[in-house]
């Protein structure tokens, strides 16, 4: 079991890792909380493998509880999705002195967040992620929001820190094969930006971790949030070093927004992300040929994609790179590998030539 303290500038989170004892977690958590209720809030598919262990968890620390359902994936994090969780907790009589529990994937963790961080002005949360990308990534930060129809991925939303992280690494065990897989494009992310050791750790327990070995998932979920927390709680809004953290987002979220929903996953578009900077690293940021390599064959141990998915319409995803909320007066802001272990954050790279090489890379992969 780990349990460690991240300081952001707006206050510290606390954050528990421990194999097989989310309920034990979820009820110490309860017992020791101000908060007199708490408002669950699952998607569908994981309120019936998880709501009502966290039910009977927080009642046997005699604290109210609610379970809000919201229906699952990308397209129901919007903000209808927002208003059937506000309508939940209204019909729950949840006050400001309760608390927010998300339990789920990054989709409920970013819902979830959103609303209690604006319901009443804001009430406390708890993110409790049961999905191997959030558990390694998305719980950690405290960025939230929705998709917009118009503008794309996460135009709508604010930071704002959870009280509290609670991973019971288990809990992805009973995750589909390829949602489960697709995790590891954000672990191997963490290791090309800023720990080498971690990459080559990554690489040589690849079997083990694909297979789903509890303590090598333990253990690399707990070295991606250290890494990442060292990053963001030095750049809590994003205005510098965090940024390194977007490595494969720019043109993933290209491919997620040209690409029917559920036809490329999240985790999947960063692999295919991470790829392309890879090239672009070789060409602009000196990352060696032989790095750019591992880097793909890393990706490929766990069935990642390392070339322009089928399903993505390069057009589309070239008008989304446009749109990215990321660029400012015709530059992009990107992120390049250097090396394995360390990576470069190019705040002036052309609009237009990166757009030129999306659509290059997405007829030759």
Request: with cysteine; glycine share 12%; charged share 25%.
């Amino acid at each position: 079991m780990a349990e460690f303290e991240i300081q952001f500038e707006s206050g510290a989170v606390q954050v528990e890792i421990a194999p097989g004892k989310l309920d034990a977690m979820l009820g110490r958590h309860a017992s020791c909380s101000e908060a007199h209720g708490f408002a669950i809030i699952a998607d569908e598919n994981v309120a019936k493998l998880f709501g009502r262990r966290c039910i009977e968890a927080i009642g046997g620390a005699s604290k109210k509880s609610a379970l809000i359902k919201h229906a699952p994936g990308e397209p129901a994090k919007n903000l209808k999705t927002v208003d059937c969780i506000y309508r939940g907790m209204f019909k729950a009589s949840a006050d400001r002195s309760w608390e927010a529990i998300a339990i789920g994937g990054g989709v409920t963790g970013d819902l979830a967040g959103f609303a209690a961080s604006t319901y009443m002005r804001g009430i406390p949360y708890v993110q409790v992620p049961t999905t191997l990308l959030a558990q390694a990534d998305s719980c950690i930060g405290g960025k939230v929001g929705v998709n917009h129809p118009k503008a794309g991925k996460n135009m709508i939303g604010l930071f704002s820190q959870p009280v509290k992280v609670i991973i019971d690494p288990a809990t992805v065990l009973s995750m589909p094969r390829r949602e489960f897989l697709s995790g590891f494009a954000e672990i191997i992310k963490h290791g090309i930006i800023m720990d080498g050791d971690f990459f080559s750790e990554i690489e040589r327990r690849a079997k083990g971790l694909a297979s789903g070995n509890v303590e090598y998932l333990a253990s690399a979920v707990e070295r991606s949030v250290r890494i990442k927390a060292g990053i963001a709680a030095g750049d809590e809004m994003e205005r510098g070093k965090r940024a390194l953290l977007n490595l494969g987002h720019t043109i993933g979220h290209a491919i997620e927004a040209s690409s029917p929903p559920g036809a490329v996953l999240h985790g999947e578009a960063v692999s295919v992300g991470i790829c392309a900077a890879a090239i672009l690293g070789r060409k602009y940021a000196g990352l060696d040929a032989a790095d750019m390599k591992r880097i793909g064959k890393a990706l490929g141990k766990f069935s990642l994609p390392v070339s322009w998915p089928r399903a993505a319409d390069p057009a589309r995803a070239a008008a989304a790179i446009a749109r990215d909320k990321k660029f400012r007066h015709g530059k992009a802001r990107i992120v390049l590998p250097e090396c394995i272990g360390r990576a470069r954050i190019v705040e002036d790279f052309p609009l237009q030539e990166l757009i030129g090489f999306v659509r290059d890379f997405s007829v030759s992969g």
